[in-house]
């Protein structure tokens, strides 16, 4: 990643091995050798985010083992970002989510994160409760929280069925990282990734749109392993991407 001169990059951890200190003691060497600045750091949420807000208490407790773990992976790795997906939409488990749960709880993980002088994240994902962009100013209400900031994945408000824009809104000043890729949308609205750098997404927009809510953080290249030929195609996308967001 060093000669695409990235800079910085989001940390994905796949599984509970890698929440481990010997696993991150060599992340923190791989990125360090890479030239890379680790900004963010996102889990495998499936593994324990959902039951962070569990109505059993043995489960929020177990759960927050592993979110302290990666709390502290992110620290040592120079991390100021938390990237949480929270629950996914399950039929039949809406009677457990309502924002007088949601908000406190969210507001105590927040507390955590912020012991480790890290920023918890919530980021929109389509299959999971943060999915439509109401969410965020309900939340910001009921947590009654400054410590709560939010992710904007632009592909994954596309496949939940909006625009960016209209998560920008309820997100407002509380963005502090962004997700980024090119797609498009089919004339049935569904979401085509065109491949990088396809100019599928007006860049320039959502770099005012940004502007706008006084984002000031960085662009994250997310992007599904199909989405781009090699790490070469990447650095041309960061080029076009510094023009855009310059």
Not at 21 to 32: C, G, H, N, T, V
Not at 85 to 98: E, L, Q, Y
Not at 216 to 231: C, H, L, R, T
């Amino acid at each position: 990643m060093r000669y695409i001169n990235a800079g910085l990059c989001e940390v994905f951890l796949n599984t509970y091995s890698e929440y481990e200190p010997e696993f991150i003691d060599l992340l923190y060497s791989r990125i360090a050798d890479s030239g890379l600045r680790a900004y963010s750091v996102h889990a495998m949420s499936t593994q324990y985010e959902p039951q962070l807000f569990s109505i059993d208490m043995r489960q929020r407790r177990d759960a927050r083992i592993f979110f302290k773990k990666v709390l502290s992976g992110a620290k040592k790795l120079g991390a100021k970002v938390y990237v949480m997906h929270g629950p996914p939409t399950m039929r039949g488990a809406i009677k457990n989510v309502n924002m007088s749960r949601i908000g406190p709880m969210t507001a105590e993980l927040a507390e955590l994160a912020d012991d480790e002088g890290i920023r918890l994240s919530w980021e929109n994902v389509s299959w999971c409760l943060f999915s439509q962009p109401q969410f965020a100013s309900m939340l910001i209400e009921a947590a009654h929280s400054d410590k709560i900031g939010f992710t904007l994945d632009i592909k994954q408000a596309a496949r939940s069925g909006y625009s960016y824009q209209d998560f920008i809104d309820n997100m407002g000043n509380r963005i502090v990282n962004v997700h980024v890729c090119d797609y498009k949308l089919d004339e049935n609205g569904r979401t085509v990734f065109t491949g990088i750098g396809d100019e599928g997404v007006d860049f320039a927009a959502l770099k005012k749109s940004l502007d706008d809510v006084g984002y000031k953080g960085p662009a994250i290249i997310e992007v599904y392993s199909d989405a781009y030929g090699d790490i070469a195609e990447l650095g041309d996308f960061i080029v076009r991407l510094r023009d855009k967001f310059s």
